[in-house]
């Protein structure tokens, strides 16, 4: 059993950074893939980032190429996403998921374990 719990959210002006932090319990992080997604307000879910077992893949959503970056410190158990240039449209609560198989296409079905998620606020 995996636990996750992401913190690192809060309200930042548009423009600013932001840095959400994703940490899991037990001994087995290193095995699984680990993803970012997140939901805006009356909207579907969506994937943001996915990251390899070893960090040596990286996907990310095209509307946050060159603005965010995911990166993950497997002695921490913690996976994080660096977000700059923050837009009023990023705004939502975010997720980390984790899988065993890393999800490149973003799909969030089935996926492992989910944490409660953490909510970004961007102001104009």
């Known amino acids: 059993q995996v636990q996750l719990v992401e913190s690192g959210g809060g309200l930042v002006q548009a423009g600013g950074s932001l840095r959400l932090s994703c940490t899991a319990s037990?001994?087995?992080?290193?095995?699984?893939?680990m993803h970012w997604f997140r939901q805006a307000p009356g909207k579907e879910r969506e994937f943001v980032s996915a990251?390899?077992?070893?960090?040596?893949?990286?996907y990310y959503r095209e509307s946050v190429k060159g603005r965010f970056t995911i990166f993950r410190d497997n002695a921490k158990n913690t996976v994080y996403l660096q977000m700059n240039s923050v837009k009023p449209e990023d705004t939502a609560v975010y997720y980390c998921?984790?899988?065993?198989?890393?999800?490149?296409?973003?799909?969030?079905?089935?996926?492992?374990?989910w944490g409660k998620g953490t909510l970004v606020t961007v102001s104009s």
């Open positions: 990251i390899s077992r070893t960090g040596g893949n990286v």
């Open positions: 998921a984790a899988d065993l198989t890393i999800r490149s296409d973003g799909t969030a079905s089935g996926m492992d374990y």
């Open positions: 037990g001994r087995t992080f290193s095995r699984y893939a």
